[in-house]
């Protein structure tokens, strides 16, 4: 059995909560009486891409289990390099993608933002190293980036999810070795399906966003700062299937 703690949208410098919030969910995973096999953050770590905000998501995102972090819109690739990931020539412009491989399963966390846009791609180079990651692997690997590749019935959100999805999942179609699909950007849990693979997003860690049942039509509406962090856990257990259970963090 494979146990993963996901979350995302942590949006360090966004509010003055932002960093008591995301302090919480990693307490918390490091208080659990069990060995996780990875932690996802699938983007959105600082909300201005200001150094000091990555080198308070740098403090804050360290953990006794392996910790695995990517980008999403509100992060620059050169400070999120430079600070977090201690590259030392954090002007390369190029897609953050990276790999994390254990005993049990791979991770790879492409890079889906696109620098200066709310919306997202995964441009010919990332979707060329995941083929490699995926095709070269015999374990599961899942596969993890920020921005939603499906409607997700959040107008704001959908607006601007991941635009041109159809190289991954002419991708996922290859490679049965996907057991799911794992993003962020949507500050709401959700579970749908997408090129016939569990599609899973974790919940906002800085807000949740209100559903247009619930009165978010907008982003002017739908934020909600009040409702506490949550964090998603991401279960494959030895028949292949893929169970998902959602926790508030008080």
């Known amino acids: 059995m494979i146990v993963i703690a996901h979350l995302s949208d942590i949006h360090i410098g966004a509010t003055p909560q932002s960093i008591g919030r995301a302090a919480s969910v990693m307490r918390y ?16 770590i600082a909300d ?38 201690g590259e030392q020539q ?19 966390m492409c890079d889906s933002s696109i620098p200066g846009e709310d919306a997202g791609r995964l441009d010919e180079e990332t979707i060329a190293w995941l083929e490699g990651v995926v095709g070269g ?20 959100v959908d607006d601007i999810r991941l ?26 849990p959700a579970a749908t399906t997408f090129a016939g693979r569990p599609l899973l997003a974790a919940p ?19 934020v909600d700062f009040d409702l506490p962090p949550s964090v998603a856990f991401h279960v494959l257990d030895d028949e292949g299937r893929v169970t998902t259970h959602y926790r508030v963090v008080q």
Not at 163 to 188: C, F, I, K, Q, Y
């Open 204 to 222: 906002g860690v800085v807000s949740t966003l209100k559903l247009p049942w619930e009165g978010g039509t907008s982003f002017d509406n739908c």
């Open 48 to 85: 201005h891409g200001l150094a000091e905000e990555y080198e308070e998501a740098r403090k804050l995102l360290t953990s006794r289990h392996p910790v695995l972090v990517g980008p999403g819109n509100h992060d620059v690739r050169g400070q999120f390099r430079r600070v977090l990931l």
């Open 137 to 156: 692997a015999d374990l599961p690997v899942f596969v993890a980036f920020h921005h939603p590749p499906a409607i997700l019935h959040s107008p704001p």
């Open 90 to 108: 954090p002007e390369d412009d190029g897609p953050i993608n990276q790999v994390l491989r254990t005993s049990k399963a791979v991770y790879a």
């Open 29 to 44: 995973l490091d208080a659990l009486p069990y060995d996780l096999d990875a932690v996802l953050v699938t983007g959105d």
């Open 163 to 188: 635009h041109a999805p159809e190289p991954l999942a002419e991708l996922l179609g290859r490679h049965p070795n996907v057991p799911a699909v794992l993003v962020g950007h949507a500050h709401t």
